[in-house]
């Protein structure tokens, strides 16, 4: 694995300020935090740096607000859940750089934590302008970043900033990077991928690249059906991206080629409407859909054998729901496989990864959450970390 440094490298920072990049781009409703799991990602990370005498100065962007101020858009919206996440209070700079950020650090002391405002409300962020960077760094000793979720964009504060300060990986970005790299990077084998979802178009990239990574690709969701559609199966009015039946059959070929055993749906679960429990619910081969039907999940009997794949395997890695999961009964594949690869990895079998908005929803329906080795909520770094793409945020910090 390629090597970055840690928190564990770090001795004492007895009055040192460290500049720490966290995720803090919450959902909110009303004005209020809907969903605190980021903070509490990045709680170890801030503790652990204030307990070694830190100043801490969290940095972070909230929503989008281009280059401007939108007193709408400031990340102190954030600073209750942070207080109470932490524990802690945690003093608001309404600046990320310049003179009123060397004051706070002249009124914090050791152990103290201030979170700076919304890094996105200077147009340097976005464009990763060095004077910015540099305008940031002169306030800091060091920079941890532990906002994986952020690592995707070269900007100044998740990629800038590395190549100026002694760079680290927080707790969370460290645990990230750990079970990516178990996954995908250099993973036990067999491997299998679960790649779900509603369209091949928005995962052409994942696909392209796990067919060459691991040994079992199973495909689900509404993606499915554009495979089975390639094949020559009649898939009625479901969703199908039609348009790309020569590019499925190409990332078959390119499978094939790899040794990559790829896994379709043989029989799915159909329905003339979309709606929970319709009546015209059925559950039928592959091959008899009619064209008035739409499959919605994959069937009971390919869920079985899929279970039993990984079974074999030794290695998961996970991204999009098999069915439309979010309407009942068609979270029923999606659930059940899910549970399979839960147990699986509490026997000590399987080191299973998921990621993506809905996957880690899908998951947490199915009540396993907990159970996988490993849940990322990062979403777009997610994915292209799938797709195989180098994340600059993670690059600087192993370049440092
Ligand atoms: P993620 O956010 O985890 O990356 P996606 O956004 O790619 O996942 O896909 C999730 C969506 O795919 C869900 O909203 C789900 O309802 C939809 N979906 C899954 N299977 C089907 C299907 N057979 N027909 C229509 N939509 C589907
Ligand atoms: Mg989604």
Redesign the pocket.
């Known amino acids: 694995m390629t090597k970055f440094r840690t928190l564990d490298d770090l001795g004492d920072l007895t009055g040192k300020v460290a500049l720490v990049r966290v995720d803090l781009n919450l959902p909110m409703q009303d004005g209020a935090v809907t969903d605190d799991t980021r903070v509490r990602a990045s709680a170890p990370t801030i503790l652990e740096l204030a307990a070694k005498g830190a100043k801490v100065l969290l940095l972070a962007h909230f929503g989008r607000p281009r280059g401007e101020r939108v007193s709408t858009m400031s990340v102190s919206m954030t600073l209750d859940a942070v207080q109470a996440v932490l524990g802690k209070e945690v003093m608001f700079v309404p600046e990320i750089a310049g003179p009123v950020v060397e004051q706070a650090v002249g009124i914090l002391r050791p152990g103290d934590i201030a979170m700076l405002e919304n890094t996105r409300f200077w147009k340097g962020e976005e464009k990763n302008d060095p004077e910015l960077a540099r305008a940031i760094a002169a306030n800091g000793d060091i920079y941890v970043n532990d906002a994986f979720s952020a690592a995707h964009r070269a900007h100044a504060s998740t990629e800038g900033l590395a190549h100026l300060l002694p760079a680290y990986a927080g707790r969370s970005m460290e645990a990230e990077l750990k079970a990516l790299e178990a996954a995908l990077g250099n993973p036990v084998r067999p491997v299998a991928a679960v790649v ?4 091949v178009s ?2 052409l990239d994942v696909l392209t690249h796990l067919v060459t990574q691991v040994d079992h690709l199973i495909i ?3 993606m ?2 554009t495979f089975l559609a390639a094949r020559g199966v009649n898939v009625g009015k ?2 199908c991206e039609h348009d790309l039946a020569a590019t499925a059959e190409a990332i078959l070929d390119a499978a094939d080629g790899a040794g990559c055993t790829v896994h379709l749906p043989y029989d799915v679960v159909v329905a003339k409407e979309f709606a929970a429990n319709p009546p015209s619910l059925r559950t039928c081969n592959v091959h008899e859909v009619a064209a008035d039907e ?4 994959v069937g009971p009997l390919a869920v079985e054998a899929l279970a039993d794949v990984l079974k074999t395997c030794r290695t998961l890695v996970w ?9 009942q009964p ?1 979270d029923a594949a999606t659930v059940a496989l899910a549970r399979s690869a839960a147990a699986l990895t509490k026997e000590g079998a399987l080191i299973s990864v998921a ?6 929803a ?1 998951l947490n329906h199915a009540g396993v959450a907990e159970d996988f080795t490993y849940i990322s909520t990062a ?1 777009g770094a997610f ?1 292209e970390w799938m797709e195989g793409k180098e994340l600059p945020g993670v690059k600087t910090l192993e370049q440092a």
């Open positions: 779900g979802g509603a369209k928005s995962k689900g969701g509404g499915a059906n479901s969703l739409m499959i919605l999940d991204n999009g729901p098999l069915g439309a999961f979010e309407t068609f990621g993506g908005g809905d996957t880690v899908a979403g994915l």
